[in-house]
């Protein structure tokens, strides 16, 4: 069974942002994710969020295992996005 993944409204508007490269990029590696998404990810202390390394940008997840679902909270540029998910 393979993972569906939802995208918040902000995370949307996020990727829409970024360029169609990297949206590629991100869109291909999310879809690798959804069949085992705990090999790809790794915790973020201290929050229940789960963050997806794909390049110099991070998505930042929560994982719901139980209803096989990924729900993607925002991204964008690793110098951005722990400032604002903290």
Do not use: W
Request: glycine share 4%; with cysteine; hydrophobic share 35%.
């Amino acid at each position: 069974m393979s993972y569906k993944v939802i995208f918040s409204d902000l995370a949307d508007k996020q990727l829409n942002k970024l360029s169609s490269d990297v949206q590629r990029r991100i869109i291909s590696t999310l879809k690798r994710c959804r069949i085992r998404p705990h090999t790809h990810v790794k915790k973020l202390v201290g929050s229940e969020y789960y963050r997806l390394r794909v390049g110099d940008y991070r998505v930042i997840m929560n994982i719901v295992d139980n209803r096989l679902v990924i729900h993607v909270i925002e991204m964008g540029h690793r110098k951005n996005i722990y400032k604002k998910a903290a």
